[in-house]
């Protein structure tokens, strides 16, 4: 059978923590993938966004068009 000794390499086994202390220690980094932004937004932080938002709407309507002339629709 693994012993704690064999698990960790610094020799020294493994110790929970008491149920009755409630030290909990803060996180050294933040949550999430994003980092604070310490700069001003950019013509080219501008441009990504407005891409995030208006290429689905154009490729939205895209289909809404195709589907209408692959119905027959387009005939009309």
């Known amino acids: 059978m693994t012993a704690a000794k064999d698990v960790f390499e610094c020799g ?38 407005g891409l995030l938002v208006i290429y689905p709407a154009f490729a939205a309507l895209a289909a809404i068009v195709a589907g209408l002339f692959l119905t027959g629709a387009g005939s009309v």
């Open 12 to 49: 020294t086994p493994a110790r929970l923590r008491a149920a009755g202390n409630a030290s909990i220690k803060p996180a050294r980094q933040p949550a999430g993938p994003f980092e604070v932004a310490t700069r001003r937004p950019t013509m080219r932080d501008a441009l990504a966004a």
